[in-house]
T-cell receptor, first 112, second 118 residues
Framework: GNSVTQMEGPVTLSEEAFLTINCTYT??????LFWYVQYPGEGLQLLLK?????DKGSNKGFEATYRKETTSFHLEKGSVQVSDSAVYFC???????????FGAGTRLFVKA | DTGVSQDPRHKITKRGQNVTFRCDPI?????LYWYRQTLGQGPEFLTY????????KSRLLSDRFSAERPKGSFSTLEIQRTEQGDSAMYLC????????????????FGDGTRLSIL
């Protein structure tokens, strides 16, 4: 079946540090991959997406590359800010599917 | 694009009571989804509609749960005879999809309804 595994948190970084949150997936077919972010008390916001192998999704300084050979979609940001503190979810949606499969989420704390 | 709207944001009720939540999707989206999220976990799929038709229900959706989307616009999720285990965040999402050339569109989420059972 389809599944998403992401690194456990919490991840604690100082402001301006480099961020990597690892995500790997298992899927039949050719899924689209997403990163969502959830701020306290809010729903999920789409952060970025990639729909095919080697695509790079990017938004607000975050980026992730769809790696089919390693079934990975790691999230990176060169310089984090305190305002990036949130929970980040990696997710997949299979071709022609309707059910988004989410990882368990990784909580990020950024200290000033 | 006014976003997905959910009401209420919070609901506290006693065990055994019935509750109903409402979701208003993004207006041009024909697909609507309900998910449940418990503390420290990612959202889990409950059910989805394409227009007014409910096309899939998860095994998580027991007989006490029912969802409707009568006119293909807003949707309601009702839980009857609530139990402690129903305490969670209930998230609604919407997307375009199901038409030729429209594939794997990302789902846009509302802020959720947090249900607490006393």
């Amino acid at each position: 079946g389809n599944s998403v595994t992401q690194m456990e948190g919490p991840v604690t970084l100082s402001e301006e540090a480099f961020l990597t949150i690892n995500c790997t997936y298992t899927a039949t077919g050719y899924p689209s991959l997403f990163w969502y972010v959830q701020y306290p008390g809010e729903g999920l916001q789409l952060l970025l997406k990639a729909t095919k192998a080697d695509d790079k999704g990017s938004n607000k300084g975050f980026e992730a590359t769809y790696r089919k050979e390693t079934t990975s979609f790691h999230l990176e940001k060169g310089s984090v800010q305190v305002s990036d503190s949130a929970v980040y979810f990696c997710a997949l949606l299979n071709t022609g599917g309707f059910k988004t499969i989410f990882g368990a989420g990784t909580r990020l704390f950024v200290k000033a | 694009d006014t976003g997905v709207s959910q009401d209420p944001r919070h609901k506290i009720t006693k065990r055994g009571q019935n509750v109903t939540f409402r979701c208003d999707p993004i207006s041009e989206h024909n697909r609507l989804y309900w998910y449940r999220q418990t503390l420290g976990q990612g959202p889990e799929f409950l059910t989805y509609f394409q227009n007014e038709a409910q096309l899939e229900k998860s095994r998580l959706l027991s007989d006490r749960f029912s969802a409707e989307r009568p006119k293909g616009s807003f949707s309601t999720l009702e839980i009857q005879r609530t139990e402690q285990g129903d305490s969670a965040m209930y998230l609604c999402a919407s997307s375009r999809g199901g038409r030729s050339g429209v594939f794997n569109q990302p789902q846009h989420f509302g802020d959720g309804t947090r249900l607490s059972i006393l």
